[in-house]
């Protein structure tokens, strides 16, 4: 089963099934990022951060621990549903499409661990740098969380199988237009299911091509979650801090 009337990542991303796939997320190495990337940008006790895409709220959550003034938005109203519960006086959960200008500004605004590169659309991924462009304060920064390209596809894993919760999610890896293309087939209580992820396989160079076309300068590029410097062959991340 497949939902095609609604665009790959507005469903999959929504199901319990991506949950169950993904639930081995490091948290710990989460939340040892945040509190680089915090100390890194020196933000202002009590900043307002702003995670764009921020699925069921693992990197808010903690940075709300960290004293700061958290939102976190996101397309998928399973997720958000989910991460409200958390929510206290300085930890909101909101539906928003991050395309768009979120309509407050912010000390920093996050899209972390790869929510970039969705859209199929050029106009859109260039829209999602304007909207947090307009998200951010005059001293604000802006910080992309994105897969190193080369090094995903230099790696990728063709085809193997992997079993959570008794479900065997088949996963077959491929590099299609530009887009590292993911299907995963599974079955689950007699009924099989396909989903596919799309991810524009984006370099430093296309960011550097985006960023100049939003307007936003570039201040510094990081390889991993301790802050090491980027490589483009060997790093396992891009993460990009920018104005
Ligand atoms: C790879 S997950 C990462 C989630 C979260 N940042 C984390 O690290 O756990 C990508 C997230 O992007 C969200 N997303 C996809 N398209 C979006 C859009 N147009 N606007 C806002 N969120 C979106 C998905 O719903 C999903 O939660």
Same mark, same amino acid.
């Given at each position: 089963?497949?939902?095609?009337?609604?665009?790959?990542?507005?469903?999959?991303?929504?199901?319990?099934?991506?949950?169950?796939?993904?639930?081995?997320?490091?948290?710990?190495?989460?939340?040892?990022?945040?509190?680089?990337?915090?100390?890194?940008?020196n933000?202002?006790?009590?900043?307002?951060v702003?995670?764009l895409?921020?699925?069921?709220?693992?990197?808010?959550?903690?940075?709300?621990?960290?004293?700061y003034?958290?939102?976190?938005?996101?397309?998928?109203?399973?997720?958000?549903?989910?991460?409200?519960q958390f929510?206290?006086e300085?930890?909101?959960?909101?539906?928003?499409?991050?395309?768009?200008?979120y309509?407050?500004?912010?000390?920093?605004?996050?899209? +972390?661990?790869?929510?970039?590169?969705?859209?199929?659309?050029?106009?859109?991924?260039?829209s999602?740098?304007?909207?947090? #462009?307009?998200? +951010?304060?005059?001293s604000?920064?802006?910080?992309?969380?994105?897969?190193?390209?080369?090094?995903?596809?230099?790696?990728?894993?063709?085809?193997?199988?992997?079993?959570?919760d008794?479900?065997?999610?088949?996963?077959e890896?491929?590099?299609?237009?530009?887009?590292?293309?993911?299907?995963?087939?599974?079955?689950?209580?007699?009924?099989?299911?396909?989903?596919?992820?799309?991810?524009?396989?984006?370099? +430093?160079?296309?960011?550097? #091509?985006?960023?100049e076309?939003?307007?936003?300068?570039l201040?510094d590029?990081?390889?991993?979650?301790?802050?090491n410097?980027f490589?483009?062959?060997?790093?396992?991340? +891009?993460?990009?801090?920018? #104005?």
């Amino acid at each position: 089963m497949t939902n095609s009337t609604k665009k790959w990542y507005a469903s999959w991303f929504d199901t319990p099934f991506y949950h169950i796939l993904y639930k081995d997320r490091d948290y710990a190495e989460a939340e040892t990022f945040m509190t680089n990337l915090t100390n890194y940008l020196n933000l202002p006790e009590q900043a307002k951060v702003l995670d764009l895409a921020c699925g069921k709220g693992r990197h808010s959550i903690f940075l709300n621990t960290l004293g700061y003034n958290v939102i976190g938005a996101d397309l998928s109203e399973n997720s958000i549903a989910f991460a409200k519960q958390f929510e206290n006086e300085t930890l909101h959960f909101n539906v928003h499409n991050m395309c768009k200008p979120y309509g407050e500004t912010f000390d920093a605004v996050f899209n +972390l661990f790869t929510s970039f590169g969705y859209f199929e659309n050029e106009i859109d991924n260039l829209s999602t740098i304007k909207a947090i #462009k307009a998200n +951010l304060n005059e001293s604000g920064f802006g910080v992309i969380d994105f897969m190193n390209s080369n090094y995903v596809i230099d790696n990728l894993v063709k085809k193997n199988t992997k079993t959570v919760d008794g479900i065997d999610f088949l996963q077959e890896r491929r590099v299609e237009n530009g887009y590292i293309v993911k299907d995963i087939s599974f079955t689950f209580e007699d009924e099989d299911y396909h989903f596919q992820e799309r991810v524009k396989a984006f370099t +430093l160079n296309d960011f550097e #091509k985006l960023f100049e076309k939003a307007g936003v300068y570039l201040l510094d590029v990081f390889g991993d979650y301790k802050l090491n410097k980027f490589d483009a062959k060997n790093s396992e991340r +891009l993460i990009m801090i920018f #104005k």
